[in-house]
């Protein structure tokens, strides 16, 4: 393997690069300086972003276990806009005095999990799609815990902990099936000897078990909301949108290549999937009034709006599911930053304390507005486009019963709108008689937060957005 080989892997050889610069920041660095690792790590991560969308080298490697091209390089770069967002708004966060001896265990924990998921959709085998999510999920739980003098903090470590074991325990066990019947882990191979045996068929089951906990399906997402309200709100929103986009990216991936000759068989049971998720998301999201809680039931929801796209089986539902991905992570950042400044000038999260808060921070109740809006799919911001494209992908399929999911789909969008205005209501019409007072967020969080509702609208109305992915989908 020469140089050139290795540059295939540049999304991951400038991301460790990245986390080594600021390992090293932390040894050599005072402790009276430790915030210079904040604004260094940005900035790395920024020019790691920009690199990413250079023209990338195609190829395999490892005998075909690593795999990189333009589909999946365009998946990696999403993510990287996302995290980069993420970055920036965990600033005022990680800046407070109570995590001033970790700064660098945060960095380097949310690094090395990307450095995961870059694994897991380069993955041409099941061998390392495995390593790849492990290597995902284990700094995540670490993260989950970052309060670790907090109760609820380390619940969630430990709740995210254990249903990670559960799940790589169903997975690995639908692998090793599907290893026993076809011979091979590598995805080509697999497809090639993949038939309709009840064994693989049992396989293949409990590999979209394992999966369905990694993306919150119902019914697997046990403590997804127990994990969301107890983890710091910035760990939340990475698991929200970015530990999501990279499992439901390599789902996806896998149903494509690998599993595509019963896609007959998948359809069915990703639409009952999909009826469940939706409809169990947004009837548990109504009840809800903490905010992280209320944000990972809508999170929920959405996984099952995004099962329609992938049920389209050809390019345009590949495109429909990347694009609302896009949309997704832009417009759930844009709520979650919001909720992240709210928390770090007050330290309140619960709906009831947003009564009056457009009066007292008017800006950010637009934003929050506009982010809630996006996520109901109201015309004309981005997530009406992102649930537009799904609803046709499905319903192109030209069968009555996915016009019925279809309308379903519908029913649920229109369920998940009343959720939303209840937020929506709370800061512009309850009163309260002791609203969050006026605060002025800092510069990194309001750069992140101008970012997400630029890309709102961007990737809404700019139509080459949606063919550039189209055409990056149709490699697949």
């Known amino acids: 393997m020469n140089l050139q080989d290795f540059l295939t892997m540049r999304h991951e050889l400038l991301l460790i690069l990245v986390a080594v610069i600021v390992l090293i920041g932390e040894i050599f660095i005072s402790d009276k300086s430790k915030h210079v690792i904040i604004n260094l790590t940005i900035i790395l991560f920024l020019l790691h972003t920009i690199v990413g969308f250079l023209p990338i080298q195609e190829g395999k490697l490892f005998g075909g276990m690593y795999q990189n091209d333009l589909f999946r390089a365009t998946l990696k770069n999403i993510l990287n806009v996302g995290v980069f967002i993420i970055l920036l708004q965990s600033s005022a966060w990680i800046k407070k005095e109570e995590n001033h001896g970790k700064i660098s265990e945060y960095f380097i924990l949310l690094l090395s999990t990307l450095v995961g998921m870059y694994f897991m959709i380069s993955s041409g085998d099941f061998l390392m799609l495995y390593l790849g999510l492990e290597l995902a999920t284990i700094p995540i739980a670490a993260l989950a815990a970052f309060d670790r003098h907090k109760n609820n903090s380390a619940e969630a470590g430990i709740k995210l902990i254990l249903s990670s074991a559960l799940s790589s325990g169903i997975l690995l066990f639908g692998i090793s099936m599907i290893y026993g019947t076809t011979g091979s882990v590598y995805f080509t191979e697999v497809a090639a000897n993949f038939g309709k045996e009840s064994l693989q068929i049992l396989g293949f089951i409990f590999f979209v078990a394992g999966m369905g906990f990694k993306i919150s399906l119902v019914p697997f997402h046990l403590w997804t909301a127990d994990v969301y309200e107890g983890a710091p709100i910035n760990v939340t929103s990475y698991l929200s949108v970015i530990s999501?986009?990279?499992?439901?990216?390599?789902?996806?991936?896998?149903?494509?290549?690998?599993?595509?000759?019963?896609?007959?068989?998948?359809?069915?049971?990703?639409?009952?999937?999909?009826?469940?998720?939706?409809?169990?998301?947004?009837?548990?999201?109504?009840?809800?009034?903490?905010?992280?809680?209320?944000?990972?039931?809508?999170?929920?929801?959405?996984a099952g709006f995004i099962l329609l796209g992938i049920m389209g089986s050809n390019a345009a539902g590949v495109t429909?599911?990347?694009?609302?991905?896009?949309?997704?992570?832009?417009?759930?950042?844009?709520a979650f930053g919001v909720v992240s400044a709210i928390a770090n000038a007050s330290g309140k999260e619960d709906m009831r304390d947003y009564n009056g808060l457009y009066k007292t921070n008017p800006k950010l109740s637009l934003l929050m507005t506009l982010a809630l809006f996006s996520l109901a799919g109201i015309p004309p911001v981005a997530g009406f486009f992102g649930k537009f494209f799904l609803f046709t992908s499905v319903a192109?399929?030209?069968?009555?019963?996915?016009?019925?999911?279809?309308?379903?789909?519908?029913?649920?969008?229109?369920?998940?709108?009343?959720?939303?205005?209840?937020?929506?209501?709370?800061?512009?019409?309850?009163?309260?008689?002791?609203?969050?007072?006026?605060?002025?967020?800092?510069?990194?969080?309001?750069?992140?937060?101008?970012?997400?509702?630029?890309?709102?609208?961007?990737?809404?109305?700019?139509?080459?957005?949606?063919?550039?992915?189209?055409?990056?989908?149709?490699?697949?």
């Open 244 to 302: 999501k986009g990279a499992a439901v990216f390599i789902f996806t991936i896998v149903l494509y290549k690998v599993f595509g000759q019963i896609a007959e068989m998948w359809t069915i049971l990703l639409y009952v999937l999909a009826v469940l998720t939706m409809t169990i998301g947004n009837l548990f999201a109504i009840r809800q009034n903490n905010m992280k809680r209320f944000l990972a039931f809508s999170s929920i929801a959405q």
């Open 396 to 476: 192109s399929l030209n069968d009555y019963k996915y016009y019925i999911l279809v309308l379903i789909a519908v029913l649920n969008a229109t369920i998940s709108l009343f959720y939303y205005l209840r937020v929506i209501k709370a800061m512009f019409i309850e009163p309260s008689d002791n609203p969050i007072p006026y605060f002025k967020t800092d510069t990194p969080a309001k750069i992140g937060l101008l970012i997400c509702v630029f890309g709102v609208f961007l990737v809404g109305f700019v139509a080459a957005i949606y063919e550039a992915i189209y055409q990056f989908s149709s490699l697949i």
């Open 320 to 334: 429909s599911v990347v694009y609302f991905m896009l949309i997704y992570i832009l417009t759930n950042l844009g």
